[in-house]
């Protein structure tokens, strides 16, 4: 097969990876009310990796089952799913394709139906999130060192089960996130103030993940390129993170943005000149990839095989990170590899009813494409034609059972 931009492999110190496409990580939503994997998820890599991708990042993986991002998050806090773990990397790695397991901690992006109290850095609560996330409290210092633990922990389990690395969820406002932001982080200890105070958090997990895995084993991570708010992390931050994390060894750098306080990793309001180019973060990447050592990975906006063609020629990156076409298409790399790739075009998710649509669409979008997930995982193709209105009762219906179980626990 002659070699193109997406085709070629990329080699580094930790990995070897078939060709240039990147499924994101996408929270499936399909572990049991106990947070454990099940044959679902099997199904669903084990399509993925038919599909011809050369790296697959699970959706997030939760270090803590008390706090989740949402109901029917995997969580990995110790050895008791290990098999099943073993089952769902083989799944992935078929066909010789990569296959990591992102690890994270929502902090205070934990859904009133999972958590009355979230913890986050300090007790500053989501921006407009009051109907659907509770106050959260700050942790403390020994709360802190559990959760760093807690992520070693995991990425050793992970590498035991057979995955070949992880991704730490540095971004979308979830609690490395927050602990990046100084507005999210008002804390004057160690874990707080300036950007090296704010980064610490992130530095000792990174630390403690390699402890446990070694240095053989990559270790990824997913950076905002800003979170887009005022008194947020900035894009200065972002690069100063980068240039640190690099320093420290990381293997891999994915750059998306936002939170939910302003979606941005979803699309939304994009320039004219990004919307021709598609990738949100590009410019980004071309600030910054030249800073860095550790191949370099933009996730957000991606359609088609031209714009990922010419992303890849620019030099500002080394991969193409791609989530929700990926939902709706689980052939799009091989079909890119065999010239009958066409564009998969994703338009916001909508039930018609305005007022409803404003209050719930980042989250109705989210869900439906999870059902795009689910249906893989049942054996089934995904269905574009989904009507929106089945997803917000799946939405409604879900929140409330984990509630409901909630309150019996
Ligand atoms: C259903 C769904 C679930 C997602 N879950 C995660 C997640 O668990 N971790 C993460 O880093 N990003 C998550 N994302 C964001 C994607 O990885 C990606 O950054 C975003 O969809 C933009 O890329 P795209 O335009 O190619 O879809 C999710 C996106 C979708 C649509």
Redesign the pocket.
């Known amino acids: 097969m002659e070699m193109s931009a997406l085709t070629t492999p990329l080699t580094s110190k930790t990995f070897t990876i078939k060709n240039r496409l990147l499924k ?4 499936e939503a399909l572990a049991t009310s106990q947070n454990n994997p099940i044959e679902a998820l099997i199904h669903l890599y084990r399509r993925w990796a038919q599909g011809g991708a050369g790296l697959l990042i699970s ?2 993986v939760m270090v803590d089952r008390k706090a989740l ?1 949402e109901p029917g998050n995997v969580a990995i806090e110790d050895e008791q799913d290990l098999a099943m773990l073993k089952k769902w990397a083989n799944a992935g790695t078929q066909h010789d394709t990569h296959f990591w397991v ?1 690890l ?1 901690h929502p902090g205070k992006q934990t859904p009133k139906s999972v958590s009355k109290e979230p913890v986050a850095p300090s007790a500053v609560p989501l921006f407009g999130g009051g109907h659907a996330f509770n106050k959260p409290r700050a942790l403390t210092t020994d709360e802190i060192w559990d959760i760093i633990k807690r992520f070693g922990r995991a990425a050793h389990i992970v590498k035991k089960a057979g995955f070949t690395g992880v991704q730490i ?1 540095a ?2 406002g979830y609690l490395i996130s927050q602990f990046l932001s100084p507005h999210h982080n008002q804390r004057t200890d160690e874990w707080g103030g300036d950007l090296n105070g704010r980064m610490h958090f992130l530095l000792k997990v990174y630390q403690e993940i390699r402890e446990h895995v070694g240095d053989d084993f990559p270790i990824g991570i ?1 950076l905002n390129s800003a979170d887009f708010q005022r008194g947020g992390f900035t894009e200065e931050e972002s690069i100063g993170v980068l240039k640190t994390m690099d320093e420290a060894g990381i293997d891999l750098i994915e750059i ?1 943005g936002g939170n939910y306080e302003n979606p941005k ?3 939304g309001d994009v320039k004219k000149s990004t919307k021709e180019r598609e990738a949100y973060f590009l410019e980004y990447a071309e600030k910054a990839r030249h800073l860095v050592r550790a191949p370099f990975v933009v ?4 359609r088609s095989e031209k714009a990922m063609v010419d992303a890849i020629e620019s030099g500002a990156l080394d991969m193409i ?5 990926f ?1 709706l298409n689980p052939d799009l790399p091989n079909q890119i590899i065999n010239g009958s790739y066409e564009t998969v075009n ?1 338009k916001p998710i909508k039930t018609g009813f305005k007022p409803l649509d404003k209050r719930v669409s980042s989250m109705l ?2 869900t439906w ?2 059902q795009q ?1 689910a249906r893989m995982g049942k054996g089934k193709d995904p269905n574009p034609d989904l009507p929106p209105l089945r997803t917000l009762v799946t939405m409604i219906v879900t929140h409330g059972t984990a509630m409901f179980q909630k309150r019996r626990t």
Do not use: C, R, V, W
Not at 321 to 325: C, Q
């Open positions: 994101a990580a996408m929270s959706g997030n991002g992102q994270n969820h971004a979308h997913k998306s990793m979803l699309g996730t957000g906006g991606f990170g791609i989530g929700k076409p939902a994703t979008d989210l494409y999870e997930l």
